[in-house]
């Protein structure tokens, strides 16, 4: 076919096309009836007009759903964002919830070991990164009265000693270190002699050069002997989870598994001033001034 063919076949359709909806659109006018060839018209071409118009009528919502789609984005970011702000509040009214626990707990310990201790709470600002079980940082130095050798506590029990100040901080030895050795004894029967010793696992404490006689049992508690010079008497340590034979079989140790939580220590105790002088404290009253198990925020 020749484009002049082409042509003239084009514009034979289009008239046919023209002529048909001129047609449609008079037939659809003034009467309920359309005349013969123009309802026969509509009819063929009526599945075209409903997918024209389904067309349309979906082009016409493309606008709407993507203002939509935007709208329903926004809520959702939004709502995403409130979550987000509602868990941080939560999780900030917990974290103050504990801490009033805690301070409760300290507040406590201090009122009733007034008559024995001077005692300057102190915040942990620092830990040792490479031995986290080795040291601490808190925020009193000398400054506020605090010199190397002063000993720390808090409510369960013994933490360490000072063993380095400046300023306004103070280095603190815990007593899982293997260099924080501490004399104790065993509450329960009142014996001596023993030293508790950090060990290899730093959750747990050793009772080492205890007479293999010496009536020791797991669950009885170890406290500060007060024989070093160094710690007050009656300061809770830990509680006897096993009891082993040295080699040898003249001596045996003891596992101890501390009573303070060392991982999360937050706030502490620096004994400033022992009241009472320990070889003024007689048995009954080091039982109730030291460690009646209550004293220390009870058994764990």
Do not use: C
């Not at 406290?223 to 079989?249: A, H």
């Amino acid at each position: 076919m020749t484009r002049k063919q082409k042509f003239m076949v084009s514009l034979v359709l289009i008239a046919v096309l023209f002529f048909t909806f001129k047609l449609m659109f008079f037939t659809g006018m003034g009467g309920t009836t359309a005349l013969p060839l123009g309802g026969a018209v509509r009819e063929i071409l009526a599945p075209l007009q409903k997918g024209i118009t389904l067309i349309t009528t979906a082009l016409k919502n493309v606008p709407v759903y993507f203002k939509d789609n935007r709208f329903l984005q926004q809520q959702n970011k939004e709502m995403a964002e409130k979550i987000v702000r509602l868990e941080e509040e939560v999780y900030a009214l917990k974290e103050q919830e504990l801490e009033n626990q805690r301070l409760l707990l300290l507040l406590q310990y201090k009122e009733e070991k007034s008559g024995n201790y001077d005692l300057a709470m102190a915040r942990v600002i620092g830990r040792n990164h490479a031995n986290w079980y080795e040291t601490l940082l808190v925020d009193q130095g000398s400054k506020q009265g605090i010199w190397p050798g002063m000993v720390v506590v808090n409510h369960d029990g013994l933490i360490g000693r000072v063993i380095a100040v400046t300023k306004n901080t103070a280095e603190v030895l815990l007593i899982l270190d293997r260099e924080g050795a501490v004399g104790a004894r065993i509450f329960e029967n009142r014996h001596t002699p023993g030293v508790v010793v950090g060990t290899s696992n730093s959750q747990y404490l050793q009772m080492i050069h205890l007479p293999h006689d010496l009536p020791i049992e797991p669950n009885q508690t170890v406290v500060t002997s007060g024989l070093s010079g160094v710690y007050p008497p009656g300061i809770r340590i830990g509680k006897v989870i096993e009891v082993l034979p040295e080699p040898g079989g003249l001596m045996k140790r003891a596992t101890l598994k501390p009573f303070v939580d060392f991982f999360r220590l937050e706030e502490v105790f620096i004994i400033k001033q022992v009241k009472i002088p320990e070889e003024q404290v007689a048995p009954q009253e080091e039982v109730r001034a030291e460690d009646t198990l209550a004293g220390f925020g009870g058994e764990k």
